[in-house]
Structure formats: C-alpha cells, structure tokens
Antibody, heavy 123, light 110 residues
C-alpha cells in the first residue's frame, strides 16, 4: 500500500525557515517524480515544486523560486522541502504528491497524496 | 504562471450531466495533452479523476470523462450522484516546465 506521510509543519515568523519532510512507502521511490502542492486556508491548490526520481531535475513555481529548495534522499525514501524567507502568503497546508507514471521527470498526474502538513507564517 | 480559469461553481440534479471548463493558454492547456482533473472533498487530499486529458485511473467511475478543444479542457460528469458533490481542480503542464492548477469549481448536487 502506497503511503505518504508529511511532517515538519508548524508556526514560523516571517523571514524564518522550515523544512518539510515526506516519508514514502509501498512503491519504488526512486523511480517516481514527486511534487509539493499547497493549499492556503479556504483557497485552491497551488503547485509549488517538483523533482525527478533521481533528484537530478528540480522545478519551482515563480512564487517560491529562490526561497524554497526541493530535494530527496532515495536511500531514506524521503522527499524534502526547505523553505526560507517565509512570508505570510506561504501559509497553507502542504501536500506531497506522487506522480502516477514511472520515469517521468515532471508529471502532473498525482495518484497518491499525503494527508498534508500545515505551515503558518505569522508574527 | 497565472492559474487556469474555471467557473467558481456549477450545479446539477441527480441523474443529469454537468461540464466543468478549464481555460488556459497556448502555453499550457493548448500546447500539451497533459491536463489532469482532481476531486477534493472538505478536509481531504485531492483524488486524481482524469489524466492526460481523457484517461481515467483504475477505480474511477466511467461517469467521469475529459476532453480538450484548443485552450480549453473540460470535465464531464454524467449520471450525477450526491457523492459527486465536491471541489474540482484542473491542472496542466506548461511550456515553462512548471505545473499550474485551476482556481477550482464547487459542484453542488441539488
């Protein structure tokens, strides 16, 4: 059974940093691209960042480019999102999501999602 | 990276068919057959309903179908059921090697 479990969310002040983790199980982690998708309270979905299975290719939304860094440790079946210089508008539930098809570098068909972790940026 | 345009809400009666549109540009929806649709219930993670414009993952009812014409993709739900009431989001790959979601559509089953 595929499972994705996010952690690392919490309350952080503007300008601060947080690192989110997503621990995966039930599939061959290093053969699937992954993404982070966020949802601000009461708002729609926003794609944040994606990474290929090998970790060699990374992609970012303009809204986070230069502030967030996506990475993965395939030996630990874990996806990360390092978030720096946080802003109030980064407040959201952050989901990690698995691409449905193997070997894609960046896909938008996410067949499994985690339960989400809430990040709140406020002073 | 402007969000794809979806109607804020649609509604229909049980048994009817509804269509949700998703309008992008020639740099995303119009250029690639990489449009996905997601269903999201309150407090839950999204569920993949359609990928690559018109493909259904296993386990998704064949009442759900997708199509595309030009810069606009569409999700059609036939034989509407009460359990279909949810928020629906489209997504597309873009020429900037990013992904973009639509603003979401709230489906109400009357």
């Amino acid at each position: 059974e595929v499972q994705l479990l996010e952690s690392g969310g919490g309350l952080e002040q503007p300008g601060g940093s947080l690192r989110l983790s997503c621990t995966a199980s039930g599939f061959t982690f290093n053969t699937y691209a992954m993404s982070w998708v966020r949802q601000a309270p009461g708002k729609g979905l926003e794609w944040v960042s994606g990474i290929s299975g090998s970790g060699g290719s990374t992609f970012y939304a303009d809204s986070v480019k230069g502030r967030f860094t996506i990475s993965r440790d395939n030996s630990k079946n874990t996806l990360y999102l390092q978030m720096q210089n946080l802003r109030a508008e980064d407040t959201a539930v952050y989901y990690c999501a698995k691409v449905e098809e193997q070997w894609l570098v960046l896909g938008n068909q996410f067949d499994y999602w985690g339960q989400g972790t809430l990040v709140t940026v406020s002073s | 990276q402007s969000a794809l345009t979806q109607p804020a809400s649609v509604s229909g009666s049980p048994g009817q068919s509804i269509t949700i549109s998703c309008t992008g540009t020639s740099s995303d929806v119009g250029k690639y057959n990489y449009v996905s649709w997601y269903q999201q219930n309150p407090g839950k993670a999204p569920k993949l309903m359609i990928y690559d414009v018109s493909n259904r993952p296993s386990g998704v009812s064949n009442r759900f179908s997708g199509s595309k014409s030009g810069n606009t993709a569409s999700l059609t739900i036939s034989g509407l059921q009460a359990e279909d009431e949810a928020d629906y989001y489209c997504s597309s790959y873009t020429s900037s090697s990013t992904l973009v979601f639509g603003g979401g559509t709230k489906l109400t089953v009357l």
